[in-house]
């Protein structure tokens, strides 16, 4: 059965308008018109964005549900993956966001839109602290893409973090998956969003 259902996850200070999202919303229209697709807006508090993540899911077939997440977002699909046995696709997935925002601690504007403002509570940390899995249950539950030119996060911790998951890793690249042809590639596949040909 092809997955039917379809949860996406923006990263931190991104938006359901980021690069990565419209592209997969674009192949959908084109590829796969019938599956549900959702990318929410996601709140700054992590308890409250991954609140909304399960209220959002709620009434979805759990088999026919998929998760994808964006570095933060990845973060994200991990806690929901391992809460709720899906499978995920991850692109350059947050490993340690509690140690890495602890910085953004403060009022942030929103990448698409710059007029759109936030404040990053200190409690936030605590927040990313609390959900964070000790370890991942099954590994292969898991289809990271990692860029070794990620310049925002290192590409081996995610590697460290996802050991004994199938993954793409792309030699150089970005943070942002600039050439986002491969890891969209990628997701099909892992996902198993089209049926086999022949």
């Avoid at 991104?14 to 690069?19: E, H, L, R, V």
């Avoid at 809460?83 to 890495?100: E, Q, S, T, W, Y």
């Avoid at 925002?101 to 409690?123: K, M, S, V």
Wanted: proline share 9%; hydrophobic share 45%; net charge negative.
């Amino acid at each position: 059965m092809l997955p039917s259902h379809l949860l996406y996850l923006h990263g931190f200070r991104s938006s359901p308008q980021s690069a990565k999202a419209r592209a997969v919303a674009a192949w959908r229209d084109v590829h796969r018109p019938d599956l549900r697709l959702c990318c929410p807006q996601l709140p700054p508090s992590p308890r409250e964005a991954i609140a909304l993540a399960l209220d959002l899911v709620r009434d979805w077939p759990l088999e026919g549900t998929v998760l994808v997440g964006s570095s933060l977002g990845g973060f994200y699909a991990t806690v929901l993956a391992e809460r709720l046995g899906r499978p995920a696709v991850l692109f350059n997935p947050a490993v340690n966001p509690a140690r890495d925002l602890a910085r953004h601690i403060g009022e942030q504007t929103a990448w698409h839109n710059p007029l759109d403002r936030f404040y990053f509570r200190e409690e936030f940390i605590g927040e990313l602290q609390t959900m964070t899995p000790a370890q991942l249950s099954r590994p292969e539950r898991y289809f990271p893409v990692i860029a070794t030119g990620d310049e925002v996060l290192d590409w081996r911790e995610m590697a460290a973090r996802y050991a004994g998951a199938p993954r793409l890793l792309i030699e150089g690249s970005d943070h942002a998956l600039s050439d986002f042809e491969a890891p969209l590639a990628y997701m099909v596949r892992s996902l198993q969003l089209l049926e086999p040909a022949g």
